[in-house]
């Protein structure tokens, strides 16, 4: 453990959030990041205990305490705070294929399982996320994120169907283990609810196309617009693959469990008769974003209140 007071030398502090007024006039990310020193600072906080619940990912009454992926969570804050860059995004990266994904998104188990934050040691949880997501993107910025293309082949073919978190996961395991990877994605994108479900202000789309871009040079391959089954031949894929691995994710949305939701949503769906549910609706605006077809029409990436006006109402008449 790098600094053993560091927990009591320095508060928590998590990356400030820009305010509404301003966050309003686009669609981008609005916690700007600490800079490098405050960063190592927080990292200090980590007491290495000699039991880190942060990564046990135990369960408790049916209950996960602690990061699902086992991420060795001291062993890279302590290099964090240390400096040793690379070496913390070297321990990131042996148990998280895309900490870039959750250390936007993740809802951070490893924080609520911290002992830190415990009732025993009286303090605020370690900043375990920030922290993540500050290694990763150090890593992308320093060059240390490079195309590792696998040195043999194993000589097999797997298709990956769905490339949502859990197929993009999926790709990258197996390539990494020398077979030969296709995904096939239903979408025009790949990245599924990451790309299409989740907003711009909690994940921007170039984050997704930056790993996939680096996926590709390691040898993955995408087939886009691609529904298995209907446009893409089952048949074909069973035939030509050595395997498959379905991960179709869970695309369809859960409406409210309230009488008469299915005749509400059944009288008009989006624009015609402004009822959508959320995920169709968050998934409508980010193709909007992006500037792909869209069933509302095409806005600007920085949108004029005017225009966001025009959006709501053809959505909501």
């Known amino acids: 453990m790098a600094k053993p007071t560091g927990f009591m030398e320095y508060k928590r502090v998590e990356n400030a959030s820009i305010s509404p007024l301003e966050r309003i006039a686009n669609f981008k990310e609005f916690h700007p990041k600490l800079d490098e020193d405050a960063r190592r600072e927080q990292a200090a906080r980590c007491m290495n205990c000699g039991v880190p619940m942060c990564g046990a990912a135990l369960k408790l009454k049916g209950m996960v305490t602690g990061c699902p992926l086992h991420n060795y969570i001291p062993e890279w804050n302590d290099a964090l705070y240390k400096g040793q860059f690379d070496m913390a995004a070297w321990r990131l990266l042996k148990t998280s294929s895309f900490p870039e994904f959750t250390g936007r998104v993740c809802p951070a188990l490893c924080e609520k399982a911290c002992n830190c934050g415990s009732p025993v040691v009286g303090e605020e949880a370690v900043t375990v996320h920030d922290n993540e997501l500050f290694i990763i993107e150090k890593a992308f910025a320093t060059g240390y994120m490079k195309a590792e293309v696998p040195k043999t082949r194993s000589g097999k073919k797997v298709a990956v169907i769905g490339s ?21 994605e239903r979408e025009d994108r790949a990245g599924g609810l990451l790309m299409y479900g989740i907003p711009n202000m909690k994940l921007e789309k170039n984050i997704i ?27 074909h894929i069973l035939g030509e693959y050595d395997a ?3 991960c179709c994710g869970a695309k369809k949305a859960r409406a409210l469990n309230a009488v008469g939701i299915e005749k509400l949503l059944a009288d008009g769906k989006g624009a015609a008769g402004g009822k959508m549910l959320a995920v169709d609706f968050l998934t409508a605006v980010t193709k909007c974003v992006i500037s792909t077809s869209s069933a509302l029409e095409k806005i600007s990436m920085q949108p004029t209140n005017g225009q966001i006006a025009q959006m709501l109402k053809k959505l909501y008449g």
């Open 164 to 184: 949502g978190p859990s197929g993009l996961a999926v790709a990258d395991w197996l390539n990494r283990r020398g077979h030969s990877v296709t995904v096939f």
């Open 209 to 235: 196309e930056r790993r996939i871009n680096l996926m590709k040079e390691e040898g993955v391959e995408f087939v886009f617009n691609a529904d298995v089954g209907r446009s893409a031949s089952a048949d």
């Open 244 to 246: 498959v691995a379905l």
